[in-house]
C-alpha cells in the first residue's frame, strides 16, 4: 500500500530525467510511489517517462499537453 508520494516537475528535462529517475525509484520500497507531471515537454521526455513506467511499479506520470 502506497503511504507516501514523491512529486516531481518535469518539462524538457530528457537528458537527466532518466538518470534521476533511477537514482529515486531503485531507492523506494513499495510504501513509495513517484509521480512526475510533465508541462507539456516536446524533448522526447514523454517517452522515457513510457519506457520506465514499464519497468517501475512505483512509477506514475501525467503529460499534459504541450
Same mark, same amino acid.
Given at each position: $500500500?502506497?503511504?507516501? +508520494?514523491?512529486?516531481?516537475?518535469?518539462?524538457? $528535462?530528457?537528458?537527466?530525467?532518466?538518470?534521476?529517475?533511477? +537514482?529515486?525509484?531503485?531507492?523506494?520500497?513499495?510504501?513509495?510511489?513517484?509521480?512526475?507531471?510533465?508541462?507539456?515537454?516536446?524533448?522526447? +521526455?514523454?517517452?522515457?517517462?513510457?519506457?520506465?513506467?514499464?519497468?517501475?511499479?512505483?512509477?506514475?506520470?501525467?503529460?499534459?499537453?504541450?
Amino acid at each position: $500500500m502506497v503511504r507516501y +508520494s514523491i512529486a516531481i516537475c518535469n518539462y524538457n $528535462m530528457a537528458d537527466t530525467l532518466e538518470e534521476s529517475l533511477r +537514482s529515486i525509484l531503485d531507492q523506494v520500497d513499495d510504501r513509495f510511489e513517484v509521480l512526475v507531471v510533465d508541462g507539456g515537454s516536446t524533448d522526447g +521526455s514523454v517517452e522515457i517517462l513510457d519506457a520506465l513506467d514499464t519497468e517501475y511499479d512505483q512509477l506514475r506520470y501525467l503529460a499534459l499537453p504541450p
